[in-house]
């Protein structure tokens, strides 16, 4: 089964208990939540208070991108906040392996991002112990952006190692992501699809993720 983890960073903030609401009504599986620090990426998001805030609001699995710099100082804050899933990123941290088991010593499920320019081999050691690998197809900071054609072969790569190491592994892609490339992503390998202006846009909510499902 394919899943769509709305980000929510596309979202109206204003709006942001009711956009919710409605994603789990219109069949999304999980929300994804793009915590920026303004160091890691050039962009500011949102933190532990809003996630704690809007936690009661759904019980679909929160989905938490941490692009921040040396994310195992706040793990414990996010498992509390109520992340089911905390994805940190490859090019972030310097231990990376330990963080990925302090996380799963929580009970929750932990996984890599992996930026444009980082290679999937450098993640060969680690697929086994994961839930998941996200392959930013974007350049991580900001929505809105178009998909980097090479990203199918990143995601292929995963599905490799995916299919000797790990076959259970959740492939997420994240990153201009539509109805137009859904189709190819996945074909590529990916089982989790991260949209953000491709669910939001034309406040459509129900057509686009409809949409989405039905070019897969």
Known sequence: MIKISPSILSADFSRLGEHIRELEACGADMIHIDVMDGMFVPNISFGIPIIKSVRNITKLPFDVHLMIEDP???????????????????????HIDRTINYIKSFGIKAGIALNPGTPVALIKDLVSNLDMVLIMSVNPGFGGQKYIKYSSNKIKEVRDLADIYNKDIMIQVDGGVDDTNIGEVVKSGANVIVAGSGVFKNNEIEKNIKGLRSSI
């Open 72 to 94: 195992s100082r706040y793990v414990e804050d996010f498992v509390n906040a109520g992340a089911d899933i905390i994805t940190v990123h490859y090019e972030a941290d310097r």
